[in-house]
């Protein structure tokens, strides 16, 4: 079926201190795993994303790993900032089109100066 | 920066009445997608659209929802005969094609249906 999940749904921490945010997917021939930021009453934006054929992507402050047989990936803020406060989506394509790209349910960061 | 712009930004309608809401994606962008999000929740696969037809479509969107694109442009969305449950923040999103899978949205419709 249709599943994108997401762990925690929310999330407090430290200025400076690391996040980490889990998202598992269900359809095994997905290949494509982005992450969206969308801050209070705007858009969700593409933060990073990663493809299958690579464990780990990294972008200054921010890193993507993905675990294909565990079917599951995961955003990492290192060096966390308040600005960084958000909700975080996870969103996978489904393997009958890539032109149906569904979202997990979120993850609410709260980076407490 | 090429963005996807919508309008309008707010949309208020009366239960039962037709709304269109509009886009215009990113110029040499293929692909083309309605998302909806009810407040505090998740963003909603709606419709994908491409090469002038619905390559997709999730069950929301039932026979009250159509998309168009009538022009080289324009990418819109008409719900028919709007109930409650439609109040949401809608948003367009575009790609580029084939072996780029980054959606670009634009910044959403509130539409509100009293």
């Known amino acids: 079926g249709e599943n994108v999940e997401q762990h925690p749904s929310t999330l407090s921490v430290q200025e400076g201190d690391s996040a980490v945010i889990k998202c598992t997917y269900s359809?095994?021939?997905?290949?494509?795993f982005p992450w969206y930021k969308q801050e209070l009453g705007k858009r969700p934006q593409l933060i990073i994303d990663?493809?299958?054929?690579?464990g780990e992507k990294k972008d200054q402050r921010i890193a993507v790993t993905l675990n294909k047989t565990a079917k599951h990936f995961s955003l990492h803020i290192t060096e966390t900032q308040p600005e960084d406060s958000a909700v975080y989506f996870c969103?996978?394509?489904?393997?009958?089109?890539?032109?149906?790209?569904?979202f997990g349910p979120g993850t609410s960061l709260s980076v407490i100066p | 920066e090429p963005e996807v712009t919508q309008t309008p930004s707010h949309q208020v309608t009366q239960m039962g009445q037709e709304v269109i809401l509009r886009c215009v994606p990113i110029?040499?962008?293929?692909?083309f997608y309605w998302y909806r999000q009810i407040l505090g929740q998740k963003v909603e696969f709606l419709v994908s659209?491409?090469?002038?037809?619905?390559?997709?479509k999730s069950e929301i969107f039932d026979d009250q929802f159509s998309v168009e694109r009538p022009d080289g442009s324009n990418f819109t969305l008409k719900i028919r005969s709007t109930k409650l449950e439609d109040s949401a923040m809608y948003f367009c999103?575009?790609?580029?094609?084939?072996?780029?899978?980054?959606?670009?949205f634009g910044s959403g419709t509130q539409l509100s249906v009293l």
């Open positions: 999103a575009s790609r580029p094609g084939r072996g780029d899978e980054k959606l670009f």
């Open positions: 359809d095994s021939a997905s290949n494509y």
């Open positions: 990663i493809r299958s054929n690579v």
């Open positions: 969103a996978a394509p489904l393997k009958t089109s890539y032109d149906k790209v569904i």
């Open positions: 110029s040499n962008h293929l692909y």
């Open positions: 659209f491409y090469n002038n037809e619905i390559s997709e």
